[in-house]
């Protein structure tokens, strides 16, 4: 019998299993399984045998049999479930297909051919079941407009409610989000680094991969040339924060890419950021017909006061969104951008009251309850 391999533990008949179940008596197979297990930051339960299989095969959200163990499960009369995967040992074993259907498992894999498979499976397997992380994209709707300066202190309002909390800098021309939290030289990945990600990122491993500042997780780009975040990257890496975080806060661009369009399409609301400006108003406009295809809830966040004195409501109806509300002038808040001082840090300045209202309100509608 194959001991338990670290990071494995054989099943417990008296608590449920909440953990995908590896059925092999294999040792290099085991270990190949435990691999990719790990790639996806996923905890197995592991049963050397059909005997050992049983306790737990009603329950596991999904089970991978080795090749070695498909005859003793079909001899123990397990029963038939969806789920099931016949791992193979042989490319050249010509029965495996017919024990495969024996055992009524739903696929033959073989390793390292079904490796990428593998890692999703087992990653979706264990996801949370109802945990919903909150998306929020911030766009200008002009230039200058302080969407990012709203965007970074909506990641530390989040903090202070103790949100598990990524920021994700989509603007290639914005000159990183990072110096807007005096961040630029904190050690971690870039989107230079990640730009051509495919394929399922293991949550905590990116966690750990990319800067944090004071609790935040945040994913930028550093001064020198790096390639354009490919659409698939971008996919890539939202599923992984959405489902390893609380609150993702993504920095739009005012001219959107594929990826910025993708993290749009991901978001659970949009803001515009409007100056109460005649001009700006007419920039926001544009700004927003580009996001209202790619997002169901998509909201006007007017800063006041503005030289024609235009009430809030005037600009959003103008615009033709809702109105999330509205942001009064922060006496030295550019000071304190210079300095390296996030916005947002004052709890009492409007920016941080705004953001904490708002993320109040928002959990609130999606939890049901006060969050």
């Given at each position: 019998?194959?001991?338990?391999?670290?990071?494995?533990?054989?099943?417990?008949?008296?608590?449920?299993?909440?953990?995908?179940?590896?059925?092999?008596?294999?040792?290099?197979?085991?270990?190949?399984?435990?691999?990719?297990?790990?790639?996806?930051?996923?905890?197995?339960?592991?049963?050397?045998?059909?005997?050992?299989?049983?306790r737990a095969w009603g329950r596991a959200p999904l089970i991978l049999v080795g090749a070695d163990q498909a005859q003793a499960c079909l001899r123990a009369e397990l029963p038939r479930r969806d789920g099931v995967v016949l791992v193979g040992i042989d490319l050249d074993d010509a029965e495996v297909w017919e024990r495969a259907m024996r055992i009524g498992a739903d696929r033959v894999?073989?390793?390292?051919?079904?490796?990428?498979?593998?890692?999703?499976?087992?990653?979706?397997?264990?996801?949370?079941?109802?945990?919903?992380?909150?998306?929020?994209?911030?766009?200008?709707?002009?230039?200058?407009?302080?969407?990012?300066?709203?965007?970074?202190?909506?990641?530390?309002s989040g903090r202070r409610r103790n949100l598990r909390t990524v920021l994700i800098d989509a603007d290639p021309l914005g000159g990183g989000i990072d110096l807007a939290l005096g961040a630029e030289e904190a050690s971690g990945l870039r989107w230079g680094d990640l730009s051509s990600t495919r394929g399922r990122v293991p949550p905590r491993a990116l966690s750990e991969a990319l800067p944090q500042v004071d609790g935040v997780s945040l994913l930028s780009w550093d001064r020198c040339d790096a390639p354009p975040v490919e659409p698939e990257?971008?996919?890539?890496?939202?599923?992984?924060?959405?489902?390893?975080?609380?609150?993702?806060?993504?920095?739009?661009p005012r001219g959107p890419d594929?990826?910025?369009?993708?993290?749009?399409?991901?978001?659970?609301?949009?803001?515009?950021?409007?100056?109460?400006?005649?001009?700006?108003?007419?920039?926001?406009?544009?700004?927003?017909?580009?996001?209202v295809p790619h997002c169901a809830d998509v909201r006007a966040v007017v800063r006041q006061p503005g030289p024609a004195t235009l009430a809030a409501t005037t600009v959003a109806d103008a615009v033709g969104l809702p109105l999330a509300g509205v942001?009064?002038?922060?006496?030295?808040?550019?000071?304190?951008?210079?300095?390296?001082?996030?916005?947002?840090?004052?709890?009492?300045?409007?920016?941080?009251?705004?953001?904490?209202?708002?993320?109040?309100?928002?959990?609130m509608s999606a939890d049901g309850v006060a969050a």
């Open positions: 019998m194959t001991p338990a391999s670290p990071g494995a533990t054989l099943a417990d008949p008296n608590e449920p299993p909440r953990r995908p179940l590896l059925v092999t008596d294999d040792a290099g197979l085991l270990d190949d399984l435990l691999r990719v297990a790990a790639a996806a930051d996923v905890a197995v339960d592991v049963a050397p045998d059909a005997h050992l299989a049983r894999i073989f390793l390292p051919d079904a490796e990428v498979w593998l890692v999703d499976a087992l990653a979706d397997a264990t996801d949370p079941v109802g945990h919903r992380s909150i998306v929020i994209a911030v766009a200008g709707g002009r230039g200058g407009a302080g969407a990012t300066s709203l965007a970074v202190a909506m990641a530390i990257a971008m996919s890539a890496l939202l599923s992984s924060v959405r489902r390893g975080s609380d609150l993702v806060v993504v920095d739009l594929e990826a910025a369009r993708i993290a749009m399409s991901q978001s659970t609301v949009a803001l515009v950021v409007v100056p109460a400006e005649v001009r700006a108003t007419a920039a926001a406009l544009r700004v927003a017909a580009l996001i942001i009064r002038p922060e006496p030295g808040l550019s000071e304190s951008l210079e300095r390296g001082e996030p916005p947002g840090t004052r709890r009492r300045g409007p920016l941080a009251r705004f953001c904490a209202r708002f993320l109040a309100e928002l959990t």
